[in-house]
């Protein structure tokens, strides 16, 4: 295939590659967003945004960087590509799973940098997962039809390994210049520093979440309470995370007994936190109903932690019947 041919292909094609890269981006965040219950807003840190390539770079790649393709237009799988960019490395496992159980496509791992790091320990190289997925029958997506097997490059990979590619792999990978040793070394450097970096992220990931557990499992406890006595969902905000940061100390297994009996005694509690849900935060939380106990068994404990101001609490003290103390 000569080049105008190539250029004219592309061109009319293009638009399908498109809808391609947006079907493929799509598909993997609805299973993280649907089927994991990930929040996608905090898990990527750079948007997925599928690109299709400019005619000129993919001329370049098929025709002048000396590439042997056979056939450079079936042969290039990055036509157009996705990338999804995640903090830590293990995050990195939640795609790859997506991708390679996705039944929609034919996955193949283009390369790997973990199996790359155990064949080649001593070396600090680009790092990054790729795949090319093939979809297996067609699709329609916003109109257009994209046929089976057209590749899409899926990349994988953590911000800090993405700041390494945008420094140093045009220039060491794609440039026609063959780089200094002095380059080369100082990108390799720079890959091994964050490399440490990542590994010393995850420990300190895993020592606050460990931290976090016992105020997660203790929402979780309010949540059922006060799901199961109002018929609402439990919210929760950074105030409600505060206030229990303060109380949950004061509180121990035997408190959250005498909390559940205090509530199956004052049902109506429950009436008065739905009549006020439309107009308070704190009402909409299930925080409340650790709030409520404090005022009633714990109310001068409560006076000396309580983290927000006292015009705060006083509206809550009178839903319990309690007179806050001077």
Not at 45 to 64: D, G
Not at 199 to 214: I, M
């Amino acid at each position: 295939m000569e080049q105008e041919e190539f250029r004219k292909r592309w061109e009319a094609e293009k638009p399908t590659y498109a809808a391609l890269g947006n079907f493929v981006s799509d598909t993997v965040c609805g299973i993280l967003r649907d089927g994991h219950s990930i929040d996608l807003s905090s898990f990527w840190k750079i948007r997925p945004k599928p690109r299709t390539k400019q005619t000129n770079s993919l001329i370049e790649k098929a025709f002048l960087r000396k590439k042997n393709y056979v056939n450079p237009y079936d042969d290039i799988t990055d036509k157009v590509g996705v990338r999804f960019v995640v903090l830590l490395r293990y995050h990195i496992e939640s795609v790859k799973d997506v991708v390679e159980q996705c039944e929609l496509w034919e996955a193949s791992k283009d390369r790997d940098f973990i199996e790359e790091q155990k064949q080649h320990p001593k070396v600090f190289d680009y790092e990054s997962v790729h795949y090319v997925v093939r979809l297996r029958s067609a699709q329609i997506y916003n109109g257009i039809t994209i046929p089976a097997g057209i590749p899409c490059e899926i990349q994988i990979r953590t911000l800090l390994q993405h700041a390494c590619s945008e420094l140093t792999h045009d220039a060491m990978y794609k440039s026609k210049a063959e780089p200094c040793a002095a380059a080369e070394r100082a990108c390799s450097r720079a890959i091994a520093l964050s490399e440490a970096t990542d590994d010393c992220f995850v420990k300190t990931f895993y020592e606050l979440d460990k931290a976090a557990t016992p105020s997660r499992n203790a929402l979780k406890k309010l949540a059922v309470l006060y799901s199961g006595g109002t018929g609402f969902d439990a919210e929760a905000s950074r105030a409600s995370n505060l206030i229990l940061c303060n109380l949950l100390p004061c509180m121990d297994d035997s408190d959250w007994q005498r909390l559940q009996n205090l509530l199956s005694e004052n049902t109506h509690w429950f009436c008065i936190i739905k009549e006020q849900f439309p107009y308070s935060q704190l009402h909409r939380e299930p925080i409340i109903l650790m709030i409520y106990y404090f005022l009633k068994r714990k109310k001068h404990k409560l006076m000396s932690i309580w983290p927000l101001t006292r015009r705060e609490l006083e509206p809550l003290a009178n839903d319990v019947g309690e007179k806050l103390p001077e």
